[in-house]
């Protein structure tokens, strides 16, 4: 999956669905289930997505900050459009969904910057000339890792700007 089509896909998705809330378009998703994850710990596995007799379900950590929960919510619903057919094979490894650095989890990531995250919006924060790379981030109530791949996608797209730091997929790994 390249970059413009996932770009492409998540404005499709926003666009019939009238919404950027992953919470809103899970519920919205025809076969698509938000799964109770109230026994996860705290402290580890934040979420997974998996397709069991052709129902998508998706579970996000519940004693997380609800900022974070939504940008899990994104990756997971990045997972079932990017990757249902892995989805459909095995659930996606529990401990190994936000440690792994591979393309899965990158795509996953895009997918959720794009589906989250306005382009005019973050672009007029950019351009507002009295913030910092970590201050658009915290004003988007996001981790400012899980922002580079938002600006990632903008650079991707003809935007001229410059990413301060590196794209990492292990912001979202479980803390110890």
Not at 66 to 83: D, K, S
Not at 93 to 98: E, H, L, S
Not at 146 to 156: C, E, G, N, T, W
């Amino acid at each position: 999956m390249t970059q413009l089509q996932t770009f492409d896909d998540t404005q499709k998705l926003i666009q019939k669905y009238g919404t950027r809330d992953p919470f809103e378009l899970i519920d919205a998703l025809p076969s698509t289930k938000l799964w109770s994850a109230r026994s996860l710990d705290a402290d580890g596995l934040r979420g997974f997505a998996t397709i069991v007799n052709r129902v998508r379900y998706i579970a996000v950590n519940p004693h997380l900050p609800y900022e974070e929960q939504r940008v899990i919510a994104g990756h997971e619903l990045g997972h079932i459009f990017e990757h249902s057919h892995h989805l459909r094979c095995q659930a996606m490894q529990d401990f190994d969904i936000y440690q792994a650095t591979g393309r899965l989890e990158r795509e996953a990531n895009f997918f959720a910057a794009d589906l989250l995250l306005d382009d005019e919006e973050v672009l007029d924060l950019i351009h507002s000339g009295n913030t910092d790379f970590f201050s658009v981030a915290k004003e988007l109530r996001i981790p400012a890792p899980f922002f580079a791949f938002k600006m990632y996608s903008l650079i991707r797209r003809g935007e001229h700007l410059q990413l301060p730091v590196d794209i990492d997929n292990r912001f979202l790994r479980a803390k110890h």
